[in-house]
């Protein structure tokens, strides 16, 4: 007799689940036991059954098993690992390149070039977006504008400031050195009448006096 086909899918009758999970289960046991017997095969094989029961294969031992097991996968584990890292780069690159493309056709729309693919709705658009970002670059203009004749203004009041320090300050010089002249004048005077009032005594003819 030819053994009939088996869709595989879930069995929905728990008592039919429950017998050919224990018919299955033996026959792998038994197909791994053969295997490392006839082929000298390291084998390790670990079942958990629909209820958390475990079953177990080893040959020589579990541990061997596994230590094989954990030494090769870190391995291929790295491999793993650089050649997803490549694929990332490669999408990044992909990605990057999609956007430099996409922002160069941007640029040349806002500069009014290649424009022959574009619909009357993507010109209405490019039109809108261009009326806003002149709007923009003219608001900032305008605030530059004012901040900069803020600061001459206040530059220039400074200035004002400063220069008439200068002139007080200027002012103030010239009203000393005006006394000074003065006290040096009249000490000149002074000194002059001084040495007049001396030299007039100096001339005067001795008197011969005479006793009676």
């Known amino acids: 007799m030819v053994r009939g086909k088996v869709?595989?899918?879930?069995?929905?009758?728990?008592?039919?689940?429950?017998?050919?999970?224990?018919?299955?289960?033996?026959?792998?046991?038994?197909?791994?036991?053969?295997?490392?017997?006839?082929?000298?095969?390291?084998?390790?094989?670990?079942?958990?059954?629909?209820?958390?029961?475990?079953?177990?294969?080893?040959?020589?031992?579990?541990?061997?098993?596994?230590?094989?097991?954990?030494?090769?996968?870190?391995?291929?584990?790295?491999?793993?690992?650089?050649?997803?890292?490549?694929?990332?780069?490669?999408?990044?690159?992909?990605?990057?390149?999609?956007?430099?493309?996409?922002?160069?056709?941007t640029y040349k729309h806002m500069i009014g070039e290649d424009l022959g693919l574009l619909t009357f709705k993507d010109l209405q658009r490019l039109e809108k977006k261009i009326s806003l970002g002149t709007r923009k670059i003219h608001s900032r203009k305008k605030k530059m504008s004012l901040e900069h004749a803020r600061s001459i203004k206040m530059k220039a009041k400074s200035l004002?400031?400063?220069?008439?320090?200068?002139?007080?300050?200027?002012e103030e010089g010239r009203c000393r050195a005006c006394h000074l002249n003065i006290d040096i004048m009249e000490g000149v005077d002074n000194n002059w009448e001084t040495d007049a009032a001396t030299q007039q005594i100096l001339h005067q003819p001795n008197l011969n006096l005479t006793l009676s």
């Open 160 to 170: 004002t400031l400063e220069n008439a320090n200068l002139f007080k300050k200027v």
């Open 7 to 105: 869709h595989l899918k879930k069995i929905e009758n728990p008592v039919h689940r429950r017998v050919t999970f224990s018919k299955r289960k033996a026959g792998l046991l038994k197909k791994a036991t053969e295997l490392s017997v006839l082929c000298e095969a390291e084998i390790g094989l670990i079942i958990f059954s629909p209820t958390g029961k475990l079953f177990e294969y080893a040959n020589p031992s579990m541990n061997r098993v596994m230590g094989k097991y954990e030494k090769n996968f870190s391995s291929i584990g790295d491999v793993i690992e650089l050649s997803d890292h490549i694929e990332k780069l490669h999408l990044e690159l992909e990605n990057l390149l999609k956007r430099t493309t996409h922002l160069e056709k």
